[in-house]
């Protein structure tokens, strides 16, 4: 992964023969610098352990958390410096342990393997990450819910088959693309719950012979429960691949979203006007103003799929226990927080500068086609058979292609000879805003229904935000472990 030849050369792993470039290779270093952190508040909490349960003395115990927690705040503040040539993340802070305190330092790695060192800080960060992502997400679907609320009033066709089908409020749209979002918040909200379980004490593969007490890490690390079978916790990366599932939910919801985005403001659609704040220029064409964030925000997309089906196949075919493979999740796993959390921002701050054109909305579902199925259902609240009404709107829309004018332009006298019971209440459906206020069904467009879908997606996401507020943070670990008397 790393292009040095100048790699481990510490003697704790016994491998000072290895071909250098081959070492270099093997590295993850480059990577997993970014768990520094986790790795620390790990080994402070198996600090705290080892010296509640005896295993190391008080003096010893207290060098160590003092050291590892003034290796936190350097990493805190940028100005960590841990040893290059080394395997990985884990082995350079143990390095630089040895080297600041000598045989205490090697104390440190006492009933601990790698394999479950590295499977602790991986669940610290995939929590930590999980949980600032899902309050964004929540942020993200609380402006959309003010947004929504602002649009009910505006009218614009809904599509399928992208064709225009029917008239709904621009209100109602905005509902649509939280929901998905909030969905994605469950995923994110249930991959938290599946990664948080404490790993550590399952050592290289079998636990250990050692008196330890993993119930006091998971507690000091603020985990509710720890894994139950040593060998498969440090084999075990489904977490990962939750978190990797949720994260690509989150971008597809928003792909969908930049896609609606991008099309509403073509001149073709025009349903949506792009802000100068948020508009990239052409480097040819003068008149461009290209709505490229929600064009990246689909573009990212294609990346956090990647992260997650590369995670997928990582783990299909791994023998039981551990195997090297898995220090390859880092990439995938390290680059999803930022990558989704970067595009639900970009979300977050464009969106603030699109404004719907409401003539331009409602002017694409003015000559009334899009109502035809308003005015088939008003004719079955006169009491004609659904498919008979069905069959006289059609008749009524065909007489009005053959004669090019738009449906609104038909006289009752007209569809009277097509159907007895149209009347004046019934073509009053072919106004977009009278068939928008009709759809009063549940889940439906008219405004009260809208106004529902609002107060429920407030309340969803509040409830999801409060699930990641309860997610302690790395700064609020350390200081749970710090209050732990040793
Ligand atoms: N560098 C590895 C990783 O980050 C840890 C190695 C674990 N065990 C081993 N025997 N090599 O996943």
Known sequence: MTESANIARTDATGRDEMVPELLAWTSSLSDDRL?????????????????????LEAGDA?????????????????????????EDIHMAIEARLTRDLGHVGKRLH???????????????????????????VTGLCADLAARAEQSIDIILPAYT??????????????????????????????????????????????GTSLPIDRNVVA??????????????????????????????????????LATDVVDFTTSEFAFLRIGDAIAAGSSMMPQKKNPDVFELVRGKTARGVGNLSSMLTLVKGLPSGYARDLQDDRVAVLDTGPLVRGAVRAVRAGIVHLSFNAEACVAAVSDGSTQATDVAEALVRKGVPFREAYKATGQVVHLARERKIPLVKVTLDEARAIHEAFDQGVLAVLDPRVAVAAKKSAGGTAPERVREQVAIIRQKASELSRNAEKIATLESLKKRIEAAAI
């Open 35 to 55: 768990l520094v952190r986790e790795d620390l508040l790990g080994s402070a909490a198996h600090v705290t352990m080892l010296k509640n349960v005896g295993l």
């Open 62 to 86: 207290q060098k160590l958390r003092g050291a590892l927690f003034a290796m936190f705040d350097e990493a805190a503040a940028g100005t960590l410096v841990v040893p290059d040539g080394e």
């Open 110 to 136: 006492t009933a601990r393997s790698r394999n479950d060192q590295v499977a602790l800080a991986l669940r610290l960060h995939v929590r930590d990450q999980a949980a600032r992502t899902l309050s964004e």
């Open 161 to 206: 088959h992208r064709q225009r089908a029917q008239p709904v409020s621009a209100g109602f749209l905005v509902s649509a693309w939280a929901m998905q979002l909030l969905r994605a918040g469950d995923a994110l909200a249930s991959a938290i719950d599946r990664t948080n379980q404490s790993p550590l004490g399952s050592g290289a593969c079998s």
């Open 219 to 256: 507690s000091l690390l603020d985990f509710p429960t720890i894994t139950a079978n040593a060998l498969d916790t440090i084999g075990d990366r489904d977490f990962t691949i939750d978190w990797a599932y949720a994260g690509a939910r989150v971008l597809l919801a928003l792909s969908r």
